[in-house]
């Protein structure tokens, strides 16, 4: 059973940093890629930024260039370095991987921009 924990999570005024963590458990990290999400209550959950066992990086546009998404296998964790953060940043932040048949989802880290 895959387990997903995110961490880093906080409050930051605009144009600040922030880096998110989610340390995976139950599987071989190291095949698995990985993906962060982002939700405002009331909307969709987004895609934000995913990387492959291959370290091969996508992002939304919206967090091109401010974004930086990482992997360390031998931590079990995925990062994601976010930068220049705006208030339209404010979201729960979610961790997802897939095994063959589901998804696996972490509960997520709340990041506030505001002044």
């Known amino acids: 059973q895959v387990t997903l924990v995110e961490s880093g999570g906080g409050l930051v005024q605009p144009g600040g940093s922030l880096v998110l963590s989610c340390l995976e458990s139950?599987?071989?990290?190291?095949?698995?890629?990985m993906r962060w999400y982002r939700q405002v209550p009331g909307k969709q959950r987004d895609l934000v930024a995913s990387i492959t066992a291959g370290e091969k990086t996508d992002y939304a546009d919206s967090v091109k260039g401010r974004f930086t998404i990482s992997r360390d296998n031998g931590k079990n964790t995925v990062y994601l370095q976010m930068t220049s953060l705006k208030p339209e940043d404010t979201a729960i932040y979610y961790c997802?991987?897939?095994?063959?048949?589901?998804?696996?989802w972490g509960p997520g880290t709340q990041v506030t921009v505001s002044s």
């Open positions: 997802n991987t897939n095994g063959l048949l589901k998804q696996y």
């Open positions: 139950g599987s071989i990290f190291s095949i698995l890629d």
